[in-house]
């Protein structure tokens, strides 16, 4: 085995792939945002679609570390780009607080008593009636006998 074959070869990388590396660690390093005319065709499903074919094609025909370096900028492209758009309508049509209120208010109305529940408030409050009275009687029940048959 030649020495050229084990160590990475430097003089095969273009100074535009330099370039783009470069660009590339820059855009993450400082967490550069999506320009707001971008957004609406990187948020659509057309949109992935071409940052991810892109994407593909820079990790097949560069240098593999631009490559691998290309996947994690177009995950994050397309995550802030996902995630101006996601601030947006969560705050314009997230309801307030009060509004809330006023809503659970509504749908739940005052409770009414029925007419069954006043009756047996009346007729048979537990805890305020006159407590039981045991009766002494002379009655005695008496079991008879059932032959050896099972209890049912």
């Not at 070869?9 to 330099?18: G, H, P, T, V």
């Not at 659509?44 to 240098?63: A, Q």
């Not at 002379?138 to 008879?144: C, G, L, N």
């Amino acid at each position: 085995m030649s020495k050229s074959s084990n160590t990475f070869n430097f003089k095969k990388i273009s100074a535009l792939e330099i370039l783009v590396f470069i660009l590339f660690v820059i855009y993450l390093v400082f967490q550069i945002q999506t320009p707001s005319v971008l957004i609406p065709f990187i948020s659509s499903p057309f949109g992935i679609t071409i940052v991810l074919i892109i994407t593909l094609l820079v990790f097949f025909y560069t240098n593999p570390i631009l490559g691998v370096l290309s996947l994690f900028v177009a995950y994050e492209f397309i995550r802030r780009s996902m995630s101006v758009v996601g601030k947006v309508v969560t705050v314009k049509y997230t309801p307030t607080q009060m509004k809330k209120d006023m809503e659970m208010v509504a749908m739940n109305p005052p409770k009414m008593v029925t007419l069954e529940e006043d009756i047996v408030s009346k007729m048979a409050p537990y805890g305020m009636s006159e407590p039981i009275k045991m009766e002494l009687s002379s009655f005695k029940p008496v079991a008879e006998n059932i032959n050896n048959a099972s209890m049912v």
